[in-house]
Every structure is written in C-alpha cells, then in structure tokens.
C-alpha cells in the first residue's frame, strides 16, 4: 500500500511529523497561553500605564511570533527547534512563577491597604503578686480601684459585670494610674482595672519600673472600637494630608491601641511633586481634641487614632482624611525579614532595660549597646533602637529622630533587589507592622501617575520644637510629668508650610536661602 506521507510539493518531498515537531506545537501553545494569562493579570492588576502594557503586549506578540517561526516550518533544523523549544518553557515556567507570586504579593498587599482600624483595647485585672487570686471569679467579694476617663465607657460597663458577676461594690476612683497602682501597693483596694496603654506607661517610669514583678494579671478584658472615619475612594489627583501613626505596643497585633509614639503628618501634593514631613514630639504639650483639656500627644492615642487625628487637627488647622499606621512591635519580624537594616548611630549609648519580643514571641527584658557609627540592626536591635530616649540629651526630640531612621532604613531595604531573598517572609510580616486606610485602587493610581510622569519629588521636613516643662496632664490628673511646651512660633510655620505645599507653592524653611 501507498505511504500517503509522502506526497510531492513542488518538487520536494514533505516528511513525515516528528516527536520535536509535535514537541515543538505543544511549547507554541504553552508559551501563547502562559503570555496571555500573564498580560490580562497585569493589565487586572492596574498597576501599570496603558503606554507599559502595551510594550509588554507588543513584545509577548514578537516572542510568540518568533517562536512560532522556528518551530512551524517542517525543514528547520532539529537542533534549533529544541533549543528555542527548551527555552520557551523556561520562560513559560518563569512568566508562571511570577504570575503566581504577584498574586500572593497582591493580596497580601489587600491586608495592608484600605482597611478600617478596629482599635483592640485591653483592659486587665491586676492583683498584688502575692495575692492568692489566680482568676477572675476568686475576687469574688474584693474590692476595685480604677482610673477615671480612661476607656471611661468601658470601665464603666466592665464594673457593671464585676458588680453583677462577683458582687464589687462602691469601686475607687482614681485620679491616674500611678496614685491607682500606690493604693494595691498599700492594700487600699484588693484589686485594680488597669489598660494596656497605662500598664506600657507605668513600666517606663523609673519609679514603676518593677511594676511587673510586684503585681500579676489576672484576667484580661479585650474592648474593640471601629474607627470611625471612611475610607478613601477617591483618585489622588489633589493635595492631601496623611497621619503617619507609630504605636509602641506590646503586641504585635497591628490593631492594639497604645501611645502615640510617632506622629509625623505627610502634606502631599501631586500636581507640584512636594512633600512635607511635618514631625511632632510624643510630649507636646497640646488640647485634646474630645475635651479641650491639656496633655501629652502621645497620651491621645490611648483613646484612638481619631483623638490623635483630631487633636493634631486642631493644632495644625488643615484636614487629615488618611492615616498609616505603624506597629514598632510588629516590625520586628519585617527587619528580620530583610535580613537586618543599617542605620548611623548619632553615639555610643546603652539602652534602658526593656521588654522585647524573644524567638518564641514571648517578652523577655534586655538592654542593648550601640556604638557610633554605621550599625546594621536585627529586629530587636531596631526596635530598641527606636524606643530609647534616656540616653540623649534631647530625649524625645533625638528618639523621633532614631525612630525616622529605622522607617527609612526599612523603606530603603523593602525597595532594594535584596527584598527578593525573602519576599515572602516579608509580605507575610506587613499586615502586623502597617496598616492604612488609603485604598490598594488609590495607591494604584499614584503608580500610573508616576510612570506618566517621572518629575522627581521635593520631599521638605520640618518639625515643631518647644522647650521642657513639667506640668499637668489630663490622663495623669493630679500629677505632674515632663511636657515639651509649644513654641507659637514653630507652631505658625508649620501651618504655613503646610498651606504653602497645599496651595501648590513650594515650601519655604525659616532661614533658607529662598526665604
């Protein structure tokens, strides 16, 4: 019989189909369907400019084109259709990869952006350390001290529990939580409310300091609060101002309420490429927002990221729609993440011993030693680093300073080639350490607008100065503490700077050349 494979074709005999033939129409249909698939998730991603997605379109269509000429005609050679062959799954296998792990990237990113705070409070039951107590039901019949306007609608309804629950009576208030802990001390109440934010505050008073060897948790009431402001939906096309909030937390849950540690405001425009990074210190002296009532900065964000917002708004005159959250307690496993972070040391100093997360997450209380110079930090390091204070003059002032320089280190690290050694680790550690209420569509947009336009950004710091005090504070009322009293003058060039950048002028810093 005829082998009908064999037919003539002006004057040359077609052969018959190969293996590496039909090797070479399965890679062409891989790397077709691969090339799609990757253009429609970057095109769905909407990180990336029309202009961009089209290159990348028209240059997956030469790649697939190219292929295909090599492998469709029957007379080329066998080697090059192998090798051309071998090279498509290569890059078919990698375009998978990526596809795969943008996705993860970009859900992990969902985490980070555009979520509402829902503020965790905890409220504990604290006993002496010898009290025989072990849980909350044997205070049955003892008597409670608490703090007055702390978490004063939670206090309230907690005591209503303990009243109902365990028969308390008649509870002691207290004018702040120092006088509050002095009365377990001298038996004259059997067992105290305290929250997180006053417990931090008592272990970093020297005279409080074994605060956490003379009493025991008992018990441990967890309060959630949704923060009540939108979240953006609008495309960042006009000026605006964003929070930048740094919690000092004993946990790493992103959502913990604690002082007020850090709290720089960013006044973005995007029209002039500017920036202003306006830096406030923890102890300024400033109104509360919810009562007018003088205290520390750092005090209002026990009473939520609105308080703080709301009182630095009053401060400044301008609107803050956005905030960043940042979790120091958190960032502990992203710095170890991204391999440690380098940082220049303003000296040589010695930390006061402090509690920080260990390997198996539990506190453990170290000090640490830095010399002067350029030091490269772990994520214990860097939190303790960022928290000292006593060790400088300026206090606060030289803390703000350090805290500034671990962000930058980390942002400097984050956005280097060394992040793809440990992205993973690293996308997995952000949704503890950040978190804002600026959407993922909002952060997409300002991608695109800066592929159209690459003008580099003006970034201007400024931060407000006063000079140290003592004096009264609403949260310790009857007790003085150390206060950084404002100085008016700092204070109105601020709000100028502030309007200079929002009305599209360039800011202008006291004493430089363009003043």
Request: hydrophobic share 40%.
């Amino acid at each position: 019989m005829k082998d009908t494979s064999y037919a003539s074709s002006r004057g040359n005999s077609r052969r018959r189909h190969t293996a590496l033939d039909y090797f070479g129409v399965i890679t062409m249909i891989v790397l077709l369907a691969v090339s799609a698939v990757l253009y429609f998730r970057l095109n769905a991603s909407g990180l990336l400019d029309r202009r961009y997605l089209n290159l990348i379109l028209i240059g997956l269509i030469v790649l697939n084109g190219l292929h295909a000429l090599v492998q469709l005609p029957l007379y080329r050679r066998k080697t090059a259709k192998l090798i051309v062959g071998i090279i498509a799954l290569g890059l078919s296998a990698f375009m998978i990869w990526f596809t795969a792990h943008m996705g993860y990237a970009l859900g992990k990113a969902g985490e980070v952006f555009g979520k509402q705070l829902v503020e965790t409070r905890q409220i504990y039951v604290v006993v002496r350390a010898e009290d025989p107590a072990q849980e909350l039901g044997d205070t049955a019949g003892y008597t409670y001290g608490y703090v007055k306007g702390w978490y004063a609608d939670d206090t309230a309804s907690l005591l209503h529990q303990l009243e109902e629950q365990l028969g308390v009576t008649d509870p002691g208030e207290y004018d702040n939580p120092s006088s509050l802990l002095e009365a377990l001390y001298h038996s004259e109440t059997d067992a105290i409310l305290l929250t997180d934010g006053a417990m931090e505050a008592l272990e970093k008073m020297d005279e409080h300091e074994d605060v956490g060897e003379r009493t025991r948790i008992i018990y441990t009431f967890t309060v959630t609060h949704k923060v009540d402001i939108a979240l953006g939906g609008t495309e960042m096309s006009e000026p605006f101002v964003i929070y930048c909030n740094g919690i000092d937390s004993r946990s790493n849950d992103i959502n913990a309420s604690g002082n007020s540690d850090v709290n720089i405001l960013a006044v973005v425009n995007p029209q002039t490429r500017e920036i202003l990074l306006l830096n406030t210190p923890r102890d300024y002296y400033v109104a509360l927002h919810m009562n007018g009532e003088m205290d520390k900065l750092t005090h209002a964000g026990n009473y939520g990221i609105e308080e703080s917002i709301g009182t630095l708004e009053d401060l400044y005159g301008v609107e803050i729609p956005y905030y960043i959250r940042i979790n120091f307690f958190g960032t502990v496993d992203v710095v170890d993440a991204i391999g440690g972070v380098d940082v220049e040391s303003p000296k040589e100093f010695t930390t006061v011993r402090m509690k920080v997360p260990g390997p198996d997450g539990k506190l453990e209380k170290k000090t640490f030693t830095f010399p002067e110079g350029k030091i490269h930090l772990n994520g214990q390091e860097a939190l303790a680093f960022a928290r000292e204070r006593k060790a400088f003059a300026s206090g606060d002032n030289q803390r703000g300073v350090n805290q500034m320089t671990v962000i930058h280190a980390i942002i400097d690290k984050i956005t280097s080639p060394d992040l793809l050694k440990n992205y993973q680790q690293v996308l997995d550690s952000l949704p503890n350490a950040v978190l804002t209420n600026i959407t993922f569509d909002q952060v997409k947009y300002m991608v695109r607008a800066q592929q159209k336009d690459s003008t580099k950004w003006n970034v201007t710091s400024y931060a407000v100065t006063g000079s140290g005090d003592m004096d009264y504070c609403y949260s310790w009322s009857g007790m003085k503490l150390y206060v950084t009293r404002q100085d008016p003058v700092s204070v109105e060039t601020a709000r100028t700077l502030i309007a200079q950048v929002l009305n599209g002028e360039r800011p202008v810093l006291p004493g430089s050349d363009s003043e």
